[in-house]
């Protein structure tokens, strides 16, 4: 059974970093596509970072040089992914969650579409105060 647990939120001042963890067992294949999502109060989920397992990452904008996705593949099924996130922003604050997916090809321009995903952990929250 695919479980994704995500760990490492916080309350943090503006400016400061966090680094988010997601444990992933269970699968017997690799995913093509590990991602990370957030969706504050009254906002749609939106796509923060994807990492393909070959290890090509695409960002939000909104995230771009101030996050960065990375995962450890000790094990092709159990993988932990991270998202470290330095100078973060009061608009920042989300639940975070982490999902995988492997309905897409290399090199999707939909990496960052929630619908692409299959899989999902329970979430992380991430308060950012200024």
């Known amino acids: 059974q695919v479980q994704l647990v995500e760990s490492g939120g916080g309350s943090v001042q503006a400016g400061g970093s966090l680094r988010l963890s997601c444990a992933a067992s269970?699968?017997?294949?690799?995913?093509?596509?590990m991602g990370w999502f957030r969706q504050a109060p009254g906002k749609e989920r939106e796509g923060v970072a994807a990492?393909?397992?070959?290890?090509?990452?695409?960002?939000?904008n909104a995230v771009k040089d101030r996050f960065t996705i990375s995962k450890d593949n000790t094990k092709n099924t159990e993988n932990t992914l991270y998202l470290q996130m330095n100078r973060l922003k009061p608009e920042d604050t989300a639940m975070y969650y982490c999902?995988?997916?492997?309905?897409?090809?290399?090199?999707?321009?939909?990496?960052?579409?929630?619908?692409?995903?299959?899989?999902w952990g329970q979430g992380t929250q991430v308060s950012v105060f200024s």
């Open positions: 999902a995988t997916s492997s309905a897409m090809g290399w090199g999707s321009s939909r990496a960052l579409a929630s619908s692409e995903y299959k899989f």
């Open positions: 269970g699968y017997t294949y690799t995913p093509y596509y």
């Open positions: 990492i393909e397992s070959i290890g090509l990452t695409t960002y939000a």
